[in-house]
DNA sequence: TTGTAAGCGTTATCAA
DNA sequence: TTGATAACGCTTACAA
């Protein structure tokens, strides 16, 4: 297994091992003409650069931190997904590693992760890009991170983000546009940042429509499939039942065709349902779920860019992405409309 | 940002970097007075061995490659959560990659990446685990690799696997002990190596149940929703109806569970539906989907286990993980047993 | 424009 | 049982 190092190469090239070095790392100051048989030899041999040598003897390591709280998430796996994408074409690679505060010494493994492994830099997902310790040790050792979808203290570090609001409210028109005026919507987990935008982009949405919303179609959620389906039933159950759900994420959205089925009602016949996030789960339903779909595997290419080549506009500390509102068959007409 | 080096520690203690080593990679030989010594250098410095350098000289990495052909499934991710687990109690990290055959020279990809990273071993998942160019091309470097779930070639490497017949042998034993006798199963993607398997302990479990399979009753699919949704209505179209149906995994069995709606009949009162997987959709539905739930954490468990610590038992070249049957709300009794 | 020599933080060799 | 010292493969001063 003697593999192929920058000696064998500068030997070949006719160069010295430091000539080498600086075409493999495109420096300047090296004639077209050396530079040339450098490549040529690199081809010939089929070198790679050695990442343990790099990263040793360099500030580089080609190695970027994709740091997780739950990693079975689809959601996570989807944002690694683009985050590897990146990071293959400019010659990086990821490390993932779950900071689930399992048992106890929390910081002593972070840490001790920090001081063993050389990276780049970190890409924080959700929940871990809100923990303010773990904020704080990355400073401390200045290693630089990108924060996905961060709920608070927008100004450490950058950001890659979507408009929650602004989806909210476009969904929202989506069903006033179908005719629908009474429509309910169920709120998200409280301690998730998109809970209060989504909410906020629904009340917008219908004001600007010039629709008093009754109370009653605004129900408390958690995110869960059995939060909603609790919701769906006090929703469905008004005297004047809204025509349309609109619920805060697609597991919840799924709980109100499960109750609208229940009930003897049909969906979107009957009741309108759309949901948000545009999970796989949205695909595996009868009918299929109207949802909005989050960049998020674009998130985590945007995030790993970032942290390879810098921030696209250094004026800027977020990156907001392009989110999309996908029909399918989950909605559709107001009865009557 | 000057860390901790192993120099510091020697300094402290009092001995050399080469005692230090000693005492870090338990080698014998080394007095337990002068161990302590040591050991009590490293904790009151907070000493962590820098992965790269220890690459660099030594053939250990304390990395570990999963090589992906789709990471944003649901089925990787856990098993990525599995390894990841292991990985971190023994000082080990985990380098993610997706080998999916994108933009031609495959060869060259995984040789680049081979010769760039030193990895101590490789976990493959299905269906990466079955390339032969794969696996060549790591026993040409002479790097050790666990395949999971194999579909053939099982000389090649140590594997994790269930036993898939037995699961499916088990799981019709469930429908017919609650009185079903007319059971429809729907078959898997034919390229893949559960599909068989499953099929086979569908009909094992029938004749030993003294039943003789209507062909009918067996009907083609592909895993996906659609041709679960194709198959369904082609059995419960039936003349004389399925009282039960047993799809090769859960998108099917959904797919199942919405015809059952959309005739107007009630899983399962009418007809009980049974799936495979436990994939997170099997709760997100009502009712709740009754499944064969994978070891898919453990599998990935395991390899990071066997590639950092050897096979649990070295005669032989497999090792294989329980299922569980899990009964929830979509299967109950037949109708009028 | 190119090369020499000195690290980077470990492990491995071989002598003490 | 321990310790100098030389690798490991690369980058970074500093010269030439």
Redesign the interface.
């Known amino acids: ?1 003697a ?2 190092t920058i000696n064998h190469v500068a030997a070949r090239a006719g160069v010295s091992i430091k000539t080498v070095s600086r075409v493999l790392n495109r420096e300047a100051h090296v004639q077209e003409r050396t530079r040339e048989k450098v490549l040529e030899a690199v081809a010939a041999l ?8 790099r ?2 003897a360099s500030s580089r ?1 080609y190695l970027i931190g994709l740091y997780y709280d739950n ?4 959601y ?3 944002l ?2 683009g985050a ?2 990146t990071c ?1 074409q400019n ?1 990086y ?6 900071l689930a505060d399992g048992q106890g010494s929390q910081k ?1 493994d972070l ?2 992760l920090l ?4 990276l780049d830099g970190v890409i924080l997902t959700p929940p871990v890009c809100d923990r303010l310790d773990v904020l704080d040790r990355l400073d401390q ?2 290693l630089p991170y990108v924060r996905i979808a961060p709920a608070a203290h927008f100004e450490r570090g950058p950001r890659v983000h979507m408009d929650d609001r602004r989806a909210a409210y476009d969904m929202t028109g989506h069903l006033l546009s179908l005719g629908h005026r009474r429509i309910g919507f169920i709120k998200g987990h409280l301690e998730h940042s998109a809970t209060p935008l989504r909410h906020q982009g629904y009340l917008d949405a219908m004001a600007d429509a010039g629709i008093a919303v009754n109370p009653n179609w605004v129900q408390p959620g958690n995110f869960s ?1 059995r939060s909603g ?1 609790g919701a769906a039933e006090r929703l469905l159950g008004l005297p004047e039942r809204p025509t349309a759900v609109f619920a805060s994420n697609d ?1 919840m959205a ?2 109100v065709m ?1 109750v609208v ?2 009930l003897g009602l049909s969906a979107p016949r009957d009741v309108s349902v759309a949901g948000f996030d545009d999970a ?2 949205a ?4 009918p299929q779920l109207t949802t909005i779909r989050q960049p998020v ?1 674009q998130m985590g290419a945007v995030a790993a860019e970032i942290l390879i080549k810098g921030l696209p506009d250094p004026s800027r500390q977020d990156v907001l992405l392009d989110f999309k509102l996908i029909v399918r068959g989950s909605t559709g007409p107001a009865p009557g409309a």
Chains 1, 2 share one sequence.
């Open positions: 297994m593999s192929i089929g070198y790679r650069p050695n990442l343990a040598a990263a040793l390591a990693p079975a998430a689809s996570v796996s989807d690694q997904f590897m994408e293959r010659g690679h990821i490390i993932v590693e779950d002593n840490d001790s001081a063993t492994v050389s050792r200045r499939f389906f597991d799924l709980a499960a089925n229940r796989p789960i695909q595996v339903v009868w595997t």
